[in-house]
């Protein structure tokens, strides 16, 4: 073999190696000029997520609030991260960070049939046992074992799960407390006082009273009030007609904007057939407060009309009416009240209770002695009201008992009676004297505040006619 012949010839010509070179040297350039955007965006998306820390955590832990009061599942801007390419150490440093920053949780129950304080624990978490601690701390705090139907109990946890604060709204202006210490548990009550303001009503009457008072806007309780302030001269057991008229101003009681109840009556007219009655609510020098027209002259009489509230007259007084259980023509010496059972009896005056039990055909039977000139007997009755006895005292317009079927009855009613010096007349025709007016040295000092009531009725009630009539 030559010495030529032993030389390995080259696998590829200078010119192709010289060429390649150059295209390496062309595509690192292109690498640095052109990086790639995968790569940038998701460092990118890192950078975003892990550049405020705290601010994120907090984000977390509110979506996490709120998934679990929602029962929906969390996705955190870090649970995107372990989905993504980058590397899985990053996140193993991220995650801790979450579970370190824990607010204290808050939860709400309604308190439901069946419920008790123990149950209601179990449904936020907290073992039953710990209501004994609970109650136990304070006194007071056993007031959170009466619970009412709809009630809400609010809960906060701390991070470990033990009750700190436990609180309640037992109605608009009260509210109940139970605070976690370093001794245990401290009740307290809060209490707000409402703002006072008056309020203006008018209605028409065009079915019953109570049905005309609630949509006209007057609530029961305010409708029996107005029943009772015209009651010594309006009989609303059979008076009411179609076309009646009311006005009243009443005191409200409001907290934060909202109504939260109300107070007494500060004046009303009621238009009766055709004629017009007054009421203002005067409280004197001595702190007594009563109802007086608008000129002064009190509305209290010695007997109010009716003693039951909407009833209905179902046999009025007669000398001559055929009994209806025995079958036989006697006199009917009263009046009959025809009301559901259990609707209350007032007395229909001051007096003395001259028997409260059973007399004959009469069932539960009360006689209310007036004076020395008037009694009034109430028969028939389902049974007496706490506290009236024979041989006590009984005030006008107190509830004495209830309506019912007792005795010789064939429904429930009230049979009501009226004597003048031992002889029975018929009650709805009796005339009765009335109280004592304003006094003079307080005459002035009435009239300043029945004056302005009266005016504002009459331009509330010009200013509703005038908007309904547009």
């Known amino acids: 073999m030559t010495k030529e012949s032993s030389k390995a010839p080259p696998l590829y010509p200078k010119t192709h190696l010289l060429a390649a070179s150059g295209i390496a040297a062309l595509l690192s350039l292109a690498l640095l000029v052109f990086p790639s955007s995968d790569v940038e965006a998701k460092r990118t998306t890192l950078s975003l997520e892990l550049e405020s820390p705290a601010e994120q955590l907090s984000q977390d832990q509110d979506a996490a609030d709120a998934a679990q009061a929602t029962n929906e599942p969390v996705v955190t801007p870090f649970a995107q991260i372990e989905n ?26 309604i308190v439901t049939k069946g419920d008790t304080l123990s149950t209601l624990f179990e449904k936020v978490g907290l073992p039953a046992t710990s209501v004994h601690e609970i109650l136990a701390s304070d006194k007071q705090a056993k007031q959170f074992s009466q619970l009412k139907h ?5 809960f906060e946890l701390n991070p470990e799960g033990q009750l700190t604060n436990l609180h309640s709204k037992l109605s608009d202006l009260e509210s109940i407390t139970l605070t976690k210490n370093d001794k245990g548990y401290v009740f307290n009550r809060i209490t707000s006082k409402p703002s006072v303001r008056s309020a203006y ?14 949509r006209a806007g007057l609530s029961h309780s305010l409708t029996m009030d107005m029943a009772s302030v015209f009651g010594y001269d309006v009989d609303f057991a059979q008076d009411i007609r179609q076309g009646d008229e009311f006005d009243v101003i009443y005191e409200q009681k409001v907290v934060n904007g909202k109504a939260v109840g109300n107070g007494p009556i500060l004046s009303a007219r009621f238009t009766n057939r055709g004629k017009t009655y007054t009421a203002v609510r005067y409280t004197n020098k001595q702190g007594n407060a009563s109802y007086y027209t608008a000129d002064g002259n009190s509305m209290r009489k010695a007997f109010i009309r009716t003693p039951v509230d909407f009833a209905r007259i179902s046999s009025k007084f007669s000398m001559g009416r055929k009994h209806p259980i025995l079958n036989k023509i006697r006199a009917h010496k009263g009046v009959d009240y025809a009301a559901p059972r259990g609707t209350p009896i007032k007395a229909a005056g001051d007096g003395k209770v001259m028997l409260a039990g059973r007399r004959g055909g009469y069932g539960n039977t009360v006689i209310i002695q007036h004076g020395a000139t008037y009694t009034t007997l109430y028969g028939h009755m389902q049974g007496f009201a706490k506290g009236v006895k024979t041989g006590g005292t009984v005030k006008q317009g107190q509830v004495i008992g209830y309506i019912g079927t007792t005795g010789l009855s064939t429904g429930p009613h009230l049979h009501y009676e009226f004597q003048v010096n031992g002889v029975h007349v018929d009650p709805l025709g009796q005339k009765v004297a009335m109280a004592d007016p304003i006094s003079k040295a307080e005459r002035a000092r009435f009239l300043a505040q029945s004056q302005p009531l009266m005016a504002r009725m009459d331009q509330e009630k010009s200013t509703m006619l005038a908007s309904s009539k547009r």
């Not at 590397?87 to 979450?98: G, K």
């Not at 709809?150 to 609010?154: A, I, P, R, S, V």
């Open 201 to 214: 009503v008018h209605g028409v009457i065009n079915s019953s009273l109570s049905q005309s008072a609630a």
């Open 84 to 109: 993504s390419t980058e590397e899985p150490q990053e996140t193993a440093q991220a995650t801790p960070a979450v579970e370190e920053k824990k607010s204290p949780s808050h939860r709400e129950v």
């Open 150 to 154: 709809g009630q809400k109990l609010e």
